[in-house]
C-alpha cells in the first residue's frame, strides 16, 4: 500500500444540501502526518447484495471465505486513519442470512438502524473528506429498492437512468492513494 501525505483541514461542508459533520473531536487527528489509504472496493455476495471494504486483508478474505466477487466498480480511496475534517462511513449489514450492505456516514442513520433489528454494525469503513479538492471526488450512496450501492457522483447519471435513486452524499473520496 503506497502511503500519501494529507494536510488536513478542520471544516463540516454542505454538499447537496445536506450537512456533512466532521470526524468527532475524540478522533485521533492526522495533520500533516503519513496517513494510510485503502481502494475501496465493491464485491457482489452470492445473495445478490453489495459489500464493500477498503481493507485489502478483508477483501482477500471477502472472496476466499465468502465467495464474494470484486465487481471492478472504480470507487476512489478512503483513508485509514481519522483526520480531521474526516467523516467516518460506517458498513451496516442486513440482519438474516441476505448479505445485504449499507454505508452512511451519519451516526443517528446508523443508530437508528441498529436499533431496528433490521442492521447489523460492522464498523467504520475508512474516512472520506468533508472537502472537495482537485484531488478528490464525491461519492454517493444510491439505491434500486433492493441494494444500496456506492458510486462516484460522475457515475450517477448512468445508474439514474438504469433505476437507481439517489440517497445522498458520502463525503469525498480520493483518486489515487
Known sequence: ?????????????MIGGAGLAAAPANASEVTSAKASFGRLTEFSTPTG??????????AKLAVSKYKFRPTGAKLGYLSAKPFR???PLYRL???????????TMSTKER????????????????YASSKPAATR???????NGKVWKL???SQY????????????PLGYVWYRA
Open 49 to 58: 447484495g453489495l459489500f464493500y471494504t477498503a481493507s485489502a486483508a478483508e
Open 85 to 87: 475534517g474526516g467523516l
Open 157 to 168: 447519471p448512468w445508474l439514474k437512468k438504469h433505476g437507481y435513486h439517489l440517497d445522498g
Open 111 to 126: 443508530n437508528k438502524l441498529v436499533a431496528s433489528h433490521r442492521f447489523r454494525y460492522e464498523g467504520v469503513l475508512g
Open 137 to 143: 471526488t464525491l461519492l454517493l450512496r444510491v439505491n
Open 93 to 103: 449489514r442486513t440482519a438474516g442470512k441476505s448479505a445485504n450492505y449499507l454505508v
Open 1 to 13: 500500500m503506497r502511503r500519501t501525505t494529507v494536510v488536513a483541514v478542520a471544516a463540516t461542508a
Open 151 to 153: 458510486a462516484l457522483k
